[in-house]
């Protein structure tokens, strides 16, 4: 007979506050594939570097430079994507009339807050899975932690997410919590 699955989210209650704490999702098989793909990647990232600091004749190299500086770029956000695998949580704090949404082990990522007075219609939504050319799901981004999540809410004239590949049950579960302690609407 099959467990019941008792979720990911950690539901920290404390009288005013309420913290939510989701550690990231991790595809070993991902974080593997961009282990071994950094390991490439340093090679690289040194050879290149190492044009400069050898006093090349010709000068600096304008395609050298296009080709480190996108090079580094790309490696990372690839180390911004294991480190999120492995260390990645999502926290959220609702209390006195905020809700924050902070994203720890999240490189490039700066906590966001929202006035619970503005935001409406609270609800839980699993995002679409979509296939990639080879047939496997593509779960969800982390290149663009925004833009994915369960649980929503209005803000404005804007939709924001959070709640990153939660089941939609555990999403209406937290859901639930939050609205017995009227801490939304």
């Known amino acids: 007979m099959e467990l019941p699955y008792t979720g990911r989210a950690i539901y920290d209650d404390n009288f005013g506050n309420v913290t939510i704490t989701i ?7 991902i974080i593997l594939f ?7 990647w340093i090679f690289g990232e040194t050879s290149a570097a190492g044009t400069f600091t050898k006093g090349n004749q010709s000068g600096v190299d304008l395609f050298m430079i296009v080709w480190l500086t996108g090079w580094t770029i790309g490696g990372l956000f690839v180390m911004r994507t294991i480190i999120w695998g492995l260390l990645g949580k999502e926290i959220i704090t609702i209390g006195q009339g905020a809700l924050t949404i902070d994203k720890k082990g999240a490189i490039f990522y700066r906590s966001k807050s929202y006035d619970l007075r503005e935001a ?3 609800r839980a939504v699993e995002e679409p899975y979509f296939y990639n050319s080879f047939g496997n799901r593509r779960d969800s981004n982390p290149f663009n932690l925004d833009k994915s999540g369960t649980i929503k809410f209005d803000y404005g004239m804007q939709t924001i997410k959070f709640g990153d590949r939660l089941d939609e049950a555990e999403a209406n579960y937290l859901l639930q919590k939050l609205r017995d302690k009227k801490l939304i609407n």
């Open 120 to 122: 409406k219609n609270f």
């Open 23 to 29: 550690p990231a999702k991790k595809n070993w098989f």
């Open 34 to 40: 961009l282990g071994v793909w950094l390991c490439g």
